[in-house]
């Protein structure tokens, strides 16, 4: 029987080396560019002239942003297909000394106090969280941030959307609930919640419309104010989660 790394390593390889299921994706996720501009911001404002870490990094890299203040980055995935071809981005953007490696990421072969950064973007939910916490704290200086895009679990029409798409997501993949972010707690003395696109979803049937980016405004907009109500994070499609402030494992 296939283990569940195995698992995920065999979906994301599929996935990573199929245009088509990529595209179907891109389709689904129309409103979502407003995560990653907070995400590419928070690298250009926050990574170091030290070590960087993309954590389940996929194909794509952001290391351009964080070499640009001088850091080394190193990239993990556990799909191959997925670190070939971020090694080729990486290449092709003349990118931060470092390169990317196949690697689990519940069982990090860093040494303690490594990383001044760590970045990743829909990875948390593939794993075992507690296994994950415990090892990015380990791997983490103390004084490090990590910043993560990830999907909540709470909201019932979202959660529609995924019964409705299974192609595009693996069978051991949880949206994270906000007990799952709140754990997080026993690793890392800060955690933060930035909750992004709600009521923005009912933008999506005008793709493709003149009235898409009017109607998109008009509800984030709505998510802002919707979002100042603390409780109503965890109904957001995704959330930017940060620490910092990693605990000392023993």
């Not at 003349?94 to 069982?107: H, I, R, T, Y």
């Amino acid at each position: 029987m296939k283990t569940r790394i195995q698992k995920e390593a065999e979906f994301h390889d599929r996935v990573f080396g199929d245009d088509a299921v990529r595209q179907a994706a891109v389709k689904y996720y129309s409103i979502m560019d407003s995560h990653r501009q907070y995400y590419m911001d928070f690298l250009r404002r926050n990574s170091p002239r030290g070590a960087v870490l993309e954590f389940g990094c996929g194909p794509r890299t952001y290391s351009h942003l964080s070499g640009a203040k001088g850091a080394t980055v190193v990239g993990i995935d556990i799909s191959p297909v997925a670190i070939g071809e971020y090694n080729h981005n990486r290449a092709q953007k003349a990118a931060a000394p470092g390169g990317g490696c196949v690697m689990n990421a519940e069982s990090l072969a860093f040494r303690d106090r490594t990383f001044d950064l760590v970045s990743g973007i829909a990875i948390l939910h593939h794993l075992d969280l507690d296994k994950t916490y415990r090892e990015l704290a380990r791997a983490m200086k103390s004084d490090a941030q990590a910043i993560f895009l990830e999907p909540m679990g709470h909201n019932a029409l979202i959660n529609a959307y995924r019964r409705l798409t299974p192609k595009l997501r693996t069978e051991d993949e949880h949206p994270l609930m906000i007990g799952d972010v709140n754990a997080a707690k026993r690793y890392f003395r800060e955690v933060r919640i930035v909750p992004f696109n709600m009521l923005a979803l009912g933008a999506v049937p005008f793709r493709n419309t003149p009235l898409f980016n009017p109607v998109l405004k008009l509800l984030r907009g709505l998510d802002a104010a919707v979002f100042r109500i603390p409780f109503m994070s965890r109904y957001a499609w995704t959330v930017a989660l940060i620490f910092s402030k990693p605990k000392a494992i023993e």
